[in-house]
């Protein structure tokens, strides 16, 4: 069971994180948005492709130390 709850919530987590990605990458296409916004929403979006990395990161740590992966 801890394992299934790990996995469904880091999914849940990553396509949370997937969608921020996919509206951000949008807006950032539009031609009618100001430069100063544009630049903002290209930082946010680093910052959610960066806590998708933790995301999984932390999800493989807690998976090695239950007990799951053999590390």
């Known amino acids: 069971m801890l394992f299934w709850g790990l996995t469904l919530g880091i999914l849940g987590k990553l396509l949370?994180?997937?969608?921020?990605?996919m509206v951000h990458t949008k807006i950032t296409r539009e031609?009618?948005?100001?430069?100063?916004?544009?630049?903002?929403?290209?930082?946010?979006?680093?910052?959610a492709?960066?806590?998708?990395?933790?995301?999984?990161t932390g999800y493989i740590l807690?998976?090695?130390?239950?007990?799951?992966l053999p590390f």
Request: aromatic share 14%; glycine share 10%.
């Open 16 to 21: 949370l994180g997937t969608t921020v990605i």
């Open 31 to 47: 031609k009618r948005i100001d430069g100063l916004v544009l630049m903002e929403m290209k930082r946010e979006q680093m910052f």
């Open 49 to 56: 492709i960066f806590g998708i990395i933790l995301m999984i």
């Open 62 to 68: 807690e998976l090695a130390y239950f007990g799951f």
